[in-house]
């Protein structure tokens, strides 16, 4: 399992790249999070709610209510153009955060 403290700055590029191909709704993007990272991670859900607020206010994802099977309405979320250049922006410092990083990890220890 992957400490919250390691993940915490790169929580927001994860939620973007939830909803690059597909809008989507809070327990679905908790979900698949938990799927593809095969359980390691497990976003908590205030920390998914806190998220989804911090990205509303920086116009990075926007929130519509969809009408479910049987009536039921469900709050959706979709990534903005403004959401995307943000998401390549920090795939670009993951990049140079890796690299660094990787100059101090000493391997077969």
Do not use: H, P
């Not at 799927?35 to 911090?54: G, H, P, Q, V």
């Amino acid at each position: 399992m992957i400490s919250s403290d390691v993940i915490r700055g790169y929580n927001d590029t994860i939620i973007l790249y939830m909803l690059i191909d597909n809008d989507s709704y809070g327990y679905e993007i908790s979900k698949n999070i938990r799927e593809l990272s095969d359980e390691k991670y497990i976003i908590k859900e205030t920390t998914l709610y806190s998220a989804f607020n911090r990205l509303m206010k920086n116009g990075y994802i926007e929130s519509f209510v969809k009408k479910e099977t049987f009536g039921k309405q469900r709050k959706y979320y979709r990534i903005t153009k403004a959401g995307l250049d943000y998401y390549k922006e920090k795939c670009q410092e993951w990049e140079l955060t890796k690299e660094v990083i990787n100059k101090f990890i000493k391997e077969g220890l």
